[in-house]
């Protein structure tokens, strides 16, 4: 089962674009439901993206890339 | 939003430790949300060194280990911070609050701006307070680490604001984070000039202008800060 990571939708008003700041792991890696897997910026503002569930961390935004709210940046494989 | 009113108001006085230590009192006070201990919590300070503080993925830009050599050299070395935005120097000229609120998903409350509107509103209403008649929230061209949130004076950047969110423990609830640094002393210059530096150094051909920043004493020169920060504290704790 795939579950995919998106950037939040209701965090900021408007139709401003963020960056991925950092992945804080790895591609392929296991990561556990709750684990901090990724830092989005929008408007000097850092968030913390949270991993939605258990899974194997499958990344298709990278870091410095730029992303909508909304938008799918990575999906987990369970 | 629910605020507690236990805000530890022993935080609340200047504290001067260097520039590492106070990201780090800005640091804990956020796990201190994330950790469920409180609700609301407040912290000023202003650095007893100085640094060209900046996020982290600076690192990745191309020419940075040398900027950072460059930049020592002149005094400012480069430290990161756990806020977004861009190089910005800390000194004693500087005096930071920061503000801490536990946030519920779904509220109003739980969005960028209204965390940056709760946090520089109160400032401007300080200023006010103080005699600045024309302070406000807005960008500023040409300044560095420019936001949509400033705290500006007569159009001019005095504070420049950013914020980290992040998960509470256990709950579904946020913690934001809102930072806003001001320069309270020395010329708009001395300030702009390091930043200019850094952006040499990694040949970016963007600079800044000092003539978009102003300094708390050059729109108050006879203010008694120590006196009157308390005032901007309690402006931010009960807003």
């Keep these: 089962m795939s579950i995919v ?27 556990a439901q709750g684990d901090l897997v990724a830092e ?22 990278q870091e410095d890339e730029v992303v909508e709210k909304g938008e799918t940046i990575a999906s987990l494989e369970s | 939003m629910t605020i ?19 990201l780090a009192l800005d640091e804990a006070l956020l796990e201190s949300i994330c950790q469920g201990e409180s609700w609301f919590g407040l912290v000023a300070w202003s650095p007893s060194d100085r640094a060209l503080v900046m996020p982290r993925r600076h690192e990745r830009v191309a020419g940075f280990p040398e900027a950072r050599r460059i930049l020592r ?4 070395p480069i430290l990161f911070r756990a806020t977004g935005g861009t190089p910005v120097p800390q ?28 946090l520089g509103e109160p400032w401007c209403e300080w200023l006010a307070e103080l005699g600045v008649a024309d302070a406000d929230l807005g960008s500023v061209a040409g300044a560095y680490c420019d936001g949509r949130f400033n705290v500006r004076i007569a159009g001019r950047k005095l504070v420049g604001t950013a914020q980290r969110w ?3 423990r256990g709950s579904r609830d946020m913690a934001m984070l809102a930072h806003g640094a001001m320069q309270v ?25 000092a003539a978009s920043h102003i300094s708390l ?17 309690e402006r931010l704790a009960n807003a």
Excluded at chain 1, 21 to 26: D, E, F, P, Q
Excluded at chain 2, 195 to 202: D, K, P
């Design chain 1, 5 to 31: 990571i998106t950037v939040p939708d209701d965090l900021w008003e408007g139709d401003s674009e963020g960056v991925i700041t950092a992945w804080l792991v790895n591609d392929g890696a296991e990561v």
């Design chain 1, 40 to 61: 989005v910026m929008v408007e000097k503002a850092q968030y913390e993206i949270e991993a939605p569930s258990t899974g194997v961390l499958s990344i298709t935004k």
């Design chain 2, 4 to 22: 507690s009113p236990t805000a530890d108001k022993a935080g609340w006085t200047l504290q001067r430790p260097t520039v590492e230590a106070g």
């Design chain 2, 73 to 76: 050299d002149m005094g400012w």
């Design chain 2, 91 to 118: 000194s004693s000229a500087v005096v930071n609050v920061a503000l801490a609120l536990r946030c519920q998903v779904g509220s109003s409350a739980a969005h960028l701006e209204w965390g940056y509107r709760r």
């Design chain 2, 166 to 168: 992040r998960r509470v």
């Design chain 2, 185 to 209: 002393g020395d010329t708009p210059e001395s300030l702009v000039d390091v930043v200019n530096a850094y952006q040499a150094a990694v040949d970016d051909p963007q600079r800044f202008e």
């Design chain 2, 217 to 233: 004493r050059q729109a108050l020169p006879d203010l008694d800060l120590d006196a009157a920060l308390p005032k901007l504290l």
